[in-house]
Structures are given as structure tokens and as C-alpha cells.
């Protein structure tokens, strides 16, 4: 197997942090394949990323995490390690709108991105065949008066399923906060504006309004507080004078799309650390 | 209804052109809603485009057409006239990938690209029964030792379906020049590099190699001088020193994708005109 | 003389404008090089603009707003019209960063602005020996205690200029109400942000404390509503989570050198048109 | 001072590379204030980037030389070290076109070029006193029928300023063999295409005539093979059907002096190493 491990961690920064991991790494005949360091100065806080190829080492994950521990504890490093043979387990949530999710499952399908879908949870039945077209569980749970038991519900089918990742592809529901702290740094979320412009409903019509030149979309985790998580990836599409709203979802669909399998990509790789609100993403 | 004809033209550039089409429309009671000039002042030519609304006329597309004929001639214009309201016929192809196929396919279900996919011709049956889900008929066409049989048969399904636009959604065959020549202009294709860097085969190792800092894809109408036919869309994504080739190809399904579903739009709202082997684009 | 005449206007919708307009250009021999229209089906509004090659007219500028006023009366067009041979008059107005003026400058001086630069005002002596290597007259005119005496200065020598058009090339004061009114949709300033997102101070801060992927600048009518006014031109650059704000601030410079030159180049060339304080580019 | 050490390197791929170098680093209290590697496994070859801050070491550069050496040498390291506070001696020669010089000492007066610019050298007298306000030394070095007689010239003034970095901004003769081995990737060219499409002579041209829907500039450097040397830097910009070669020669000076930029600054903070003709930019 040609598997790697991806370990990422960040700490207080100080001399002789590169060096220590790196000569526990070489020390276990550990080869680097890549790696990454970042040490922000004004805050003077250090973030790493290291691919080791697994079949270097002459143990498994299991014994590395506890050889690794007590040297983590020293440096009072924050850190995890994933196995690239492990896949990610991921639920999709969606409502009516299938150009986000639709791009993913065809990219899963072509082996573009490296997880294990789950299931799809969704308040609409639109896309119950198609998901099912994939071979993947469909979840139909409506959103009722009370919308607490609509949470509750599908809170039980990611724990059911053992989600480590749950993507809102355009699920039009405002989690409660319960849900929010739950999966902390776990949901990932497309937000149809180049955030922190257009927080809110309807950005296209805020953005039409106001006569910007660009549009934008903003993939973020989900924290409590709506459209100020921490931002993993955004871009941008040029509209013209011609455009009207219809023709912003439209084109906004595209930049959507791409904005969120690529943060989703780079959350399953690893790639995302955390500090501040912000995310480093060591690529 | 709502629907308005779309009249594309061009000719020889002469004073007046613009007068008397739109005193031509006006005097008929033709609403505009949308206008494009632009005169080549090089080669004196000139292009127009316009969108008329088609409720605002006392007569049908065909009286239009008969009361237009007399002026376009003493104009020398060439010129055709589409409705709104009447979907282009598409046929699409593809082979193994379907990164392509499946965003066209979504985007049309989402009611995002206007035309009526008649059928899909493959020479593999990979996507056979996604296709059929979108209620689609789907030929499968295998490539044989004999390739003319090959398409003879696609040419005859293309007929059948009276297509007036095949799309070559890497599709990865090279049309001989009696198929090319059949369907001037209503061939479009999507190829893998920034034309006209990296022609011919595996444009991402030739980027790789030459190891340029952004990889593009290119849709243009196809003619027997491969991949030397008209621009009508590229776009580029930007490549960083990791990435290997199988990277680099991945990331460049996202810029196919995009550039082949945008410039199929501007073909399909009749925006593109052709003069010289290249592409006016009127939006 | 080469020179065409830019005719830009705005007028409620209605059947045959386009028809009335381009007949009175016909009638009078003229030859539109280059055409735009454009209607705002939802606010039911028509904007136009066309060059017109000025030897094709049996006429000069004078005789052509004479003849055309009844016609643009009529139709209740608000209208203006320009001469490509007379170029507009620009003062440029800057403080101690000199990226934007040096990029003005520069572009104007090798012949890629057309203007005429008649004067520099600033509250610095920095760019004095730089702007009078141009030839072009420097006045330094200080903000002290009480900013009416700075403004009335610099009104002043606008005025003694007959400037057309006032450019804030990072021009850090903020201008009082009285002169945004008298110069209406005649100054052009650089925010250094993708407005809507962080208007007012140290955008570049707000950015990095955000956590945003894309930094941005916007070119923008100055009006009394600080960075409210209509916005010209936007881009944006990519930023990496190596970057501190000194690193962004550097980034954003090339920004905003594009993004001002290329708004103040579509001011110059009569593409801009205002309407609900939003701009069409006719382009 | 707050100066640090770039340390770049390449070799062939092996476990505990990272370690060694980190180990060494870290025995000496080197604070590594940023890192980057990149294992290219397909070639099996290893690039690393370290900047390490210089008051964190109890010796200066040249000891550091001396103890790095011969771990260095048994590890087989192309290796090269620099000091952010001794300022990089670059050589600008130009043409007639100002855009890309005027850019390149703007950005060096305002303090984000980081490089000593110790002359200017041209084969016409257009810039001369606009280089002198600068401060900067000035030859004008004219090219006249025996050309040998102008690189003579050239190379001597080179040496005379022990210039590290020689910056062709848009200098439009093609230099002889003997100077582009003379300084071997020292030599950095601005080519006005997105190369490899359009090598050669008039590319705005060529891209006008092929009807490509985007331009682009390449920034590399120099090699006998003309325009076939490792690309540091590469951008475009999206043109119009409205574009004359004219407008397109304009827009492309913007995308050509942001290109020439960054490249430049790329190389000047240590982050290019080349390798089989292409180069990684460790940023």
C-alpha cells in the first residue's frame, strides 16, 4: 500500500520545534513526502503539516500516536493524525438545489475526492433517485412546524452513520446551536456570497442592488453564529451590467460549486488547522 | 409568452446598417431588449445581434423572416433568426470521463442551460444508466476496428434526432473531414490545454513538462484541422509546484467544465459568430 | 483627423429608440464604429451608447447637440456627448503612498490614458520633483487645523483647471459634503477593499482579522455617503495564510493600481453611465 | 536587526533529510521562522526553503556556511544561502516601453521591491533622466551594426556593479550565448505571451489573429534557447472581441509588468529553485 499518514499540529511557537518532530519522525525511519510549516509571528504561533508515507515506519498509526504523545505534551502541541487509507466518512445535506451536490457525488464517483459518502440527508425528495443512482442511502427527513425534531432526527442519522464531516450543499436550515457545538469545526457550509459582504438571505439580490463586479461564494465552517465561521476557500465570477438576479444565481451556481468541493477537498486532506477563527491551509 | 427572437448578422461595413435593421424593426413594432454592435474596423465587417421581443411583432418568426429577406440581401448580410421559445437540439457525446457530461447534464435539469439534450452517444457504457435517469436515450456506439462504421452510426443518430449541435464532452475521438464538414460550426468541443499551447495529446503532461504556472482548457467549434477551429471559450486555474500531472488533471476538469457548459450558453443564445476562424462573442 | 464623437444616454423604455436614434445618425450620414444598448427590463429603463465616426457628419459637435436635442427631448433621453479629439481635463490628487499616481502617470505618459493631466494636488511634497518630471504643475496644499481652508484650496484649483474629472489616488482625507455635490459623478476614488466588505479604515487589517482568501479594491463615484457611492470597477488578488497585513498591504497596491486605471479608462472613454447608483458599463 | 538567513537547497530524495537540516539548525538555536519542502517523488528529488531568523544563531553567515558544509556535502545539496539585509544588486535594462521599468522602480522607491537597483542600462535615451530621478545611474548603451560591440558594453557594466540579478524589462534584443551562460539563471525575461503559445515576435498579434479569449505574459529566465527558459511567473487577462491589437498590446503592458513583479520578487527573496528546466517556488 502506498498510504501516508497527515499529521497536522499547531502550538505556542518556540526554537526546536522542527527539529524535535522531525527527529522523531527520522528517528522511526519515517520518510516526509510533504510538508509544510507556518509560524505566525505576530501571534507567535506555530502550524505544521507533515505526508509520511506509512509503509516507511515500522509501526502502525496506533503506536505512532502513542510514541508521538508524550513529545506533543512537551511542546503543548494541539494535533491529529488521519491514515490517506482511512477515507473520511462525510453526510451530504442538501434541500432543492442540485448543483452543489451533484458536482460532489460526480466527483466522488470519478475518484476525485477522497471520502466515504454516507448518506445524503435532505427536507426534499428531489434528488432521492439520484443519490440512489450512486448506491448511496437517502435520508428524506421534512422540516415541520417544530423544527427541533427535524434536528433531532438528523442528528441521529450522522451518529448512526459515524460522520466525521457533514456538508451543507445548499441545506437552506439555520442549525440550532446545539447542533453547531456538537460537530465543532466539522460542518462545512457554501455560502452564496464573498463573505463578509452579503451575510444574510438572498445575497445575489444585496449584490445586484449594491452593483458590484464581482460575485463571489465562501466556504466556511459552521459555528453558532450565522456567516462568521472560520473561511476555508472563496472566489469570485465578473458579472456585467446585463445581468439581471437570474442570471447571478446562475453564474453564482458555478463559483458555488467549485468554492466548495475545493474546501471540502482540502478539509480531507488535512489541510485545514484552525486558530483564531482562522483557518491555515497548508497546501 | 414571453419568448423573443435572437437575429445574428453580419456583412460588409457600410454606413446605415444600424438604421435601417432598426428601422426595419421599429416600423414592425419590434421591441428590443437587447443589442450588440461591433464593427472590425480592420477588416471592415460589421456584427449585430439582437434580441427582439417576439410579442411586440404583428407576425410569426417566418413572416419575419420572408419581410427581413429583401433588406438583408441589398444589405449583403448573413443572417439567421432563432425563437426563444424553440430549444436547440443537442447531442451530446462522451466517452470514459464525466466530469463534462454530468455538469451539462445537471445544469440543463436545473433549468440552467436552455435546449433540448435529445440524446448521448458513447462508445462506452459507463454513463448509460445515469443518462437514462435524466430520461435521456442513450446510444451506445463502440469504436471497432473499422472506424468509419463508427460514424456512419453516429452520423445516422445525429440525423435521426435532426440535431442542430453535437457537443464533444471528451469525447475522445477524432472526427474524420466528411463529419466535420457535415456539421460546420454546430460542432463543439472542449480541449485540455490553453490553446494554442500543448495541441495534440496529453496537454497536461506537456504543461507539466514545459512546467508552466497556470493550465487552461479551450472550447471551440471543431473542423478537420484539429484543434484549430474557432475560440469560442478558455479559461485558466492556477498550478503550484506540487502538483503532479494526475493533480494537475483533476484540477483541470474543473476549468473544462466550466469553460465547456459557458461557451455551449453563448452557442445556444445564438451569441457567437464566426468570421475569419474566429469567434465574435455578443453578450 | 481619426476622431469619433461618444454618445451616451438614458431614458425611460420604450418601443423604437433605438430605431429614432440610429435613423437621425443615418439621415445624417454618420458612421457608428462601435454600438452598446442595454434595457433594464425590470426598471423598464434603456441606456445606449454609440461612437460615431465624426468625418462621416456634414457637421461639427455643436450643430450635432442642436439637431439632436428635440429628438432627445421626445424621447426625455438624459444624454451627453463627447469628442474623442478633445481630451478630458483630469486633476489627480494623491498623499504619500505613490503607487496609484505612479501607475497614472506613467500609463498617461506613454500614451495609454487619454487625458489631460492639467494638475497634481496633494497634502505632501513626496511626488513634487516626480509629478514635475511629467510637466505637469504640483501643488502642495496642507491640511491643517481646520480642513474648510484645505478644501477651499483645492476647490480653488480645480475650478482655475476646469477639471473634468477628479481622481483620489489614494487621497486620504475624506472630502466634505459640499464637494462631493458641486463635482457630482466627477471624482473617482480607490477604496482599498471589495466594498461592501470593510468600508472605512485599514481594510487590509479588517481582511486579515476575517480570514478571507481574496483581498480587493473597488473604484468608485465619490459621494457624500463614504464608500457608498457607485461603484466603477472591482478586483481582487488570492492571499495565502503566509501573509501578514504588510504583505497584503503590498499585494493590494498592484490591485488597486488596476482597478483605479482601468475605471478611470472607462470614465474617460464615456462608457459609464449612473443610474440608482449603480453604474452600466458600456463596454 | 530582525534580518534572517534564506536557506535554500535541492538533492536527491532520502529519509531524514528534514531531520538532519532541522537538527543542525536547532543545535545551533536557529529559530526557523518559515518552512517549505517539496518531495518530487516522480524524479525523487528534494527542495527545501528555511528562513532562519539570523539573531537567533551565535554566529554569522559565513560560520554558518562553513559548519552547514559538510552535512551539505553528505547529503549531496545544491545548496545556496542568502541574508535578508544584504540587499540583492539588480541590473534593469529596457527598450523604449516604460511600463515594466516605471513599475519595477516605483515598487523599489515605495519600499516593496526589496534589492539594491544599482543601474540602468539602455539602448535608447527615453528614460535617462526619469532613472535619474531615481537616483539610480544611467547607460546608454546603443546597439549599432556590429551587436557584439553593445553586449561587450553590456556584460562590462554588468561586472562593473557585480550586479546578481540582471532584469530585462522589456530589453527587445535577443541576447547572445555567451551572455546567457555568462549568468546562468541570473538573466530574468518578461515575455509578452502566455508562453509556450506565441514565442517569437509580435505575440499580441498572434493571439489577434488565432481569436484567443484570453492574454498572457510569462516571466523566465533566460537561457540560450530563446524563450524556452524556466518560468517563474505566468498571467493573463481576459480580452474582448472589441479588442483591436492595439488595446490588446495596452492591456497586456498591465499583465506584463504584474507578472515581471512578482517573478522578480520571487526570485529576490530566495523562493526559486530551478530543476530540469523548471522551477519551484517555495512561497
Known amino acids: 500500500m502506498n498510504n501516508h499518514y497527515r499529521l497536522k499540529m499547531s502550538c505556542p511557537d518556540q526554537v526546536g520545534i522542527v527539529s524535535q518532530i522531525s527527529q522523531f519522525i527520522a528517528n522511526n525511519q519515517g520518510s516526509i513526502t510533504e510538508a509544510n510549516h507556518h509560524t505566525d ?44 487509507a482511512v477515507k473520511n466518512k462525510v453526510v451530504l445535506m442538501c434541500s432543492k438545489q442540485s448543483h452543489c451536490i451533484a458536482d460532489i457525488l460526480n466527483q466522488w464517483h470519478s475518484g476525485d475526492l477522497d471520502c466515504d459518502i454516507t448518506c445524503v440527508i435532505s427536507n426534499h425528495r428531489d434528488f432521492e433517485t439520484l443519490v440512489q443512482w450512486y448506491n448511496i442511502p437517502f435520508y428524506y427527513v421534512p422540516v415541520g412546524e417544530d423544527k427541533s425534531e427535524h434536528f433531532e432526527k438528523v442528528t441521529e442519522i450522522i451518529e448512526q452513520h459515524e460522520a466525521e464531516t457533514i456538508v451543507l450543499a445548499r441545506y437552506m436550515q439555520i442549525l440550532p446551536t446545539e447542533v453547531c457545538d456538537k460537530f465543532h469545526h466539522q460542518i462545512i457550509n457554501i455560502h452564496h456570497s464573498f463573505l463578509p459582504s452579503f451575510i444574510g438571505a438572498k445575497p445575489y439580490h444585496q449584490a445586484y442592488n449594491r452593483g458590484v463586479k464581482l460575485i463571489g461564494a465562501t466556504c466556511h465552517y459552521v459555528t453558532k453564529d450565522l456567516d462568521e465561521g472560520p473561511i476555508i476557500e472563496q472566489d469570485v465570477a465578473r458579472v456585467s451590467h446585463r445581468m439581471t438576479t437570474t442570471d447571478m444565481v446562475r453564474l453564482g451556481k458555478d463559483v458555488e460549486k467549485r ?25
Open 259 to 283: 468554492v466548495l468541493s475545493n474546501g471540502l477537498r482540502m478539509h480531507l486532506e488535512g489541510r485545514v488547522i484552525v486558530h483564531n477563527n482562522k483557518t491555515m491551509i497548508l497546501d
Open 41 to 84: 509571528l505576530e501571534n507567535k504561533w506555530f502550524f505544521m503539516r507533515h505526508e509520511i508515507s506509512a509503509k516507511s515506519l515500522p509501526f502502525g498509526m496506533e503506536e505512532f500516536k502513542q510514541k508521538f504523545t508524550p513529545l506533543a505534551e512537551s511542546l503543548n502541541i494541539d494535533w491529529s493524525i488521519t491514515d490517506s
